[in-house]
C-alpha cells in the first residue's frame, strides 16, 4: 500500500531537466493528479522540481517555469524521472555534481521511476545494478555499454524490480503511472484514472515494445472483435480456434496477426485478462475465491492460486486483504 507524506496523502516528485519532453511531465501530472478515493479525495500530491528553480527549457517551443528545487526529493513518496536530450547521448563517468546531489537527496524507502531514457539517470546513480530495468530501444546498445551491471531487458514496456521502476518510451510512462497508481490503490481507483485519460486500463509490463513493426495490408480485418468478444466470455473455456472464428481467420494467420497488434500470444493476452478480472473481483466483492475462479475462467481455485502466485507473488486471500483487509471490509482510501 502507499506511503503517505505529512499531508496526508502520497506525495509524487517529477524532477524535470533542460529538454524535458512536456507530455511526460503532463502524463505523471494528469494520471496521478486523477486519483481519487471512493469518497472523491485526492489520493497523491504532486509537484514538480529541478536541479535550479526557475525557467526550464523544453523541447518544444515553451519553457516551464519550476517553483521547487530538489529539496522536495527527501520528502516525496515516488520520484519520477523523464527524459532529457543529454539521456540520448550519454557521458561516460558519474552524473553531474548537481544531478548526483539531487539524486541523492532522494529519502530512504521511497520509489523511484524513470520514463524513457531517464533510466540513464537511475543507472548512472548506481540505482539500477543488479536490477531488471528497461529503456527505449534505440537507446539499449549505448546502455549496455556504459551500464553492464544493469539487466536490460528492451522487450517490456515497463520494470518493477523492488520499488525502483522503468519505462521503455513516452506511451510507456502512462502504462508505468498506472501500474503504481494499481499497486496502490487497486485496479478500481486505476481503471477510473484510465477512463478519464481515455486509454487502455491495463498494458502489461512484459508487453513488447512496438519496434518496427510491419502495418498490416489494407482492409485487412484486425483481431479486436475477437479481443472484446473474448472479454465478454472470460468465464468459459476460450481456445484458439474459437477466437480465430471471430476474425473469419485461420489459427495460424490468427496468432500471427494478434501478435503483431498486441505483442503478445493470444493465450498469453487471455490468460493477463483472467489474472485481472479476477484481481477486480478479489478487491471489489465479496465473492468466495472459487467462484472467482468460476467468473475469472481458471475454472478452479487451485488454478487461479497457481496464476495469481506466479503473476504477482500472492495469493487470492493475500491479495484480498491488501486491498480489503483480513475481515474482508474495504480499506479507506
Known amino acids: 500500500m502507499s506511503a503517505f507524506s505529512h499531508s496526508g496523502r502520497h506525495r509524487v516528485a517529477v524532477l524535470v531537466r533542460h529538454g524535458l519532453l512536456p507530455i511526460e511531465m503532463g502524463i505523471v501530472h494528469r494520471l496521478f493528479g ?4 471512493a469518497g472523491g479525495a485526492p489520493l497523491y500530491e504532486v509537484l514538480t522540481c529541478t536541479l535550479v528553480p526557475g525557467e526550464v527549457r523544453t523541447d518544444a517551443d515553451i519553457t516551464i517555469n519550476v517553483a521547487h528545487g530538489p529539496e522536495i526529493l ?4 515516488t520520484v519520477v524521472v523523464p527524459a532529457s536530450p543529454a539521456d540520448y547521448e550519454p557521458r561516460e563517468g558519474p552524473l553531474s555534481t548537481p544531478l548526483a546531489e539531487a539524486v541523492a537527496a532522494i529519502r530512504p524507502g521511497a520509489r523511484i521511476a524513470s520514463i524513457c531514457t531517464g533510466s540513464f539517470v537511475l543507472a548512472a546513480a548506481g540505482l539500477l545494478d543488479g536490477r531488471r530495468a528497461t529503456t527505449h530501444w534505440r537507446s539499449c546498445d549505448a546502455f ?29 510512462g502512462i502504462d508505468l503511472c498506472l501500474h503504481m497508481i494499481r499497486c496502490d490503490h487497486g485496479a478500481a481507483v486505476a481503471n477510473e484514472v484510465a477512463r478519464g485519460t481515455v486509454v487502455s486500463p491495463h498494458r502489461d509490463g512484459g508487453q513488447a515494445q512496438f519496434i518496427r513493426r510491419p502495418v498490416p495490408e489494407p482492409r485487412v480485418s484486425s483481431t479486436g472483435a475477437a479481443r472484446a468478444w473474448a472479454l465478454e466470455h472470460l468465464d468459459r473455456p476460450v481456445g484458439l480456434r474459437d477466437l480465430a472464428a471471430r476474425e473469419s481467420m485461420s489459427v495460424r494467420t490468427f496468432t500471427r496477426r494478434f501478435r503483431d497488434e498486441v505483442g503478445v500470444s ?9 489474472i485481472e478480472r479476477a484481481r477486480q473481483l478479489l478487491e471489489e466483492t465479496d465473492l ?3 467462484r472467482i475462479a468460476a467468473d475469472a475462467g481458471f475454472g478452479t481455485a487451485a488454478s487461479l492460486r497457481q496464476h495469481l502466485q506466479a503473476a504477482l507473488g500472492v495469493s487470492p486471500s493475500a491479495y484480498r486483504s ?3 483487509g483480513p475481515g474482508g471490509e474495504p480499506l479507506p482510501t
Open 34 to 37: 486523477q486519483a481519487r478515493s
Open 322 to 324: 491488501t486491498f480489503r
Open 266 to 274: 493470444p493465450l498469453q493476452w487471455l490468460t493477463l485478462q483472467r
Open 288 to 290: 468466495p475465491v472459487d
Open 144 to 172: 549496455r555499454r556504459l551500464y553492464p551491471a544493469v539487466k536490460l531487458d528492451p522487450n517490456v514496456l515497463y520494470t518493477d524490480d523492488g520499488g525502483v521502476l522503468t519505462s521503455a518510451g513516452v506511451a510507456s
Open 74 to 77: 527527501g520528502e516525496a513518496d
